[in-house]
């Protein structure tokens, strides 16, 4: 396969230098539980559907069938929590608070389309490395990414 820089050649010659057409690409869950421990799958009516372990240990009421909105409150961008807001702002950063503890995460929505689901893929938005033990969080529940 031969990549080609975009706006090269006419479109019928140019080729996705990120994905093959019969690309096939997905994650078990436990690998992109690992990659992704502080990630968030809601439902159409924006209930959880699974939370990574991190969120899990720094929100422990976010469990499948609770409503994101009894757990986080959006920060940025400004707006209501909804199916429609969420898909609509999939390409915006996302500040999204903890309520109960004010921890703030940061990272951004993306709709999976076939499962019917919005996921956030983020991460705590800390001001200093002292802040993860404050947090009760430690290196492991990150990411090596």
Do not use: Y
């Not at 057409?21 to 992109?32: A, M, Q």
């Not at 990574?52 to 909105?69: C, I, L, N, Q, Y």
């Not at 199916?83 to 390409?91: K, M, V």
């Amino acid at each position: 396969m031969r990549c080609v820089p975009p706006g090269v050649g006419t479109p019928d010659t140019r080729v996705n230098p990120v994905a093959s057409e019969d690309s096939r690409l997905g994650l078990p869950p436990e690998v992109f539980a690992t990659a992704f421990p502080f990630h968030l799958a809601l439902d159409p009516d924006l209930r959880f559907v699974q939370v990574g372990r991190s969120v899990h240990k720094v929100a422990p009421e976010a469990v499948p069938g609770v409503t994101f909105v009894s757990v986080f409150r959006i920060v940025r961008p400004e707006g209501d929590a909804t199916i429609h807001f969420l898909r609509q702002n999939q390409s915006q950063l996302f500040l999204i608070e903890h309520i109960a503890s004010a921890l703030t995460l940061r990272g951004e929505f993306v709709s999976l389309d076939s499962q019917g689901l919005m996921v956030f893929l983020g991460s705590p938005w800390l001001r200093s490395a002292l802040e993860i033990g404050q947090r009760g969080l430690g290196f492991d529940d990150f990411a090596v990414h």
